[in-house]
């Protein structure tokens, strides 16, 4: 295993409560990702963080935002939660070097109601 | 964006290989091509990566096609953990040391016992 786990890994919110996911990772890696995965959609990318205090938008941006405070943990925050928000989220790290590959933790399931 | 094609579903038999195939056209001379696969339930998995010349690793092989705008993924002898969806990414450099990886709906391995 990489060093990558996700808390919660399920949890159940209602329409318009803030949610708040972490990642945290234990490689010392510099790059993060989050991703959603929906059926018939694959995984997209939502945010990414290429070190402390930097981040970026990925393609599937709106109704989310993240902080990387440091090294070990991303934070992936929904202010607001939709039940278009439902889907399981994964997170990602990649050191940022040499062949770029990208290893993923276990995965959160979120349900909005 | 970086699009790769690959057959929906593809199935094999236990300890048979496995050729699976993704086509590349718009690659250019320095986007390297990986491959992940993602077991039921669990988080994509690096599998391998390739430029130009064939590559193999414990997991896979993997033969680039001289003019690189194709490649399969070669398992020597499927077994049933093997079976999982395959994503073939051609993995783009989105400025700087910034490179992301977009995910399309990847190739179904059936293994049959």
């Known amino acids: 295993d990489a060093g990558i786990t996700q808390s919660p890994r399920h949890k159940v919110t209602e329409t318009g409560t803030p949610v708040t996911l972490r990642c945290h990772q234990t490689e010392n890696h510099r790059y993060m990702y989050w991703y959603r995965q929906d059926p018939g959609h694959g995984l997209r990318l939502i945010h990414y963080s290429y070190g402390v205090k930097d981040t970026d938008k990925g393609e599937v941006s709106d109704g989310y935002s993240v902080s990387r405070s440091k090294t070990e943990d991303f934070l992936l925050t929904l202010e607001s939660a939709t039940s278009s928000q439902t889907s399981v989220y994964f997170c990602?790290?990649?050191?940022?070097?040499?062949?770029?590959?990208?290893?993923f933790g276990p995965g959160t399931r979120l349900t909005v109601t | 964006d970086a699009k790769t094609t690959q057959p929906n579903s593809m199935e094999s038999n236990e300890e048979e290989p496995v050729h699976l195939p993704c086509n590349h056209s718009?690659?250019?001379?320095?986007?390297?091509i990986h491959w992940y696969r993602q077991l039921p339930s669990q988080g994509p998995e690096y599998v391998i990566h390739?430029?130009?010349s064939n590559v193999n690793n414990r997991m896979a092989s993997l033969a680039i096609a001289e003019d690189r705008k194709s490649s399969t993924l070669i398992l020597h002898r499927a077994t049933l953990r093997d079976a999982a969806v395959y994503y073939c990414i051609q993995l783009v450099n989105s400025g700087g040391s910034n490179y992301k990886l977009t995910f399309g709906k990847g190739t179904l391995l059936t293994v049959n016992p």
């Open positions: 990602a790290i990649c050191t940022g070097t040499g062949s770029y590959e990208q290893y």
């Open positions: 718009t690659i250019s001379g320095t986007d390297y």
């Open positions: 390739g430029l130009t």
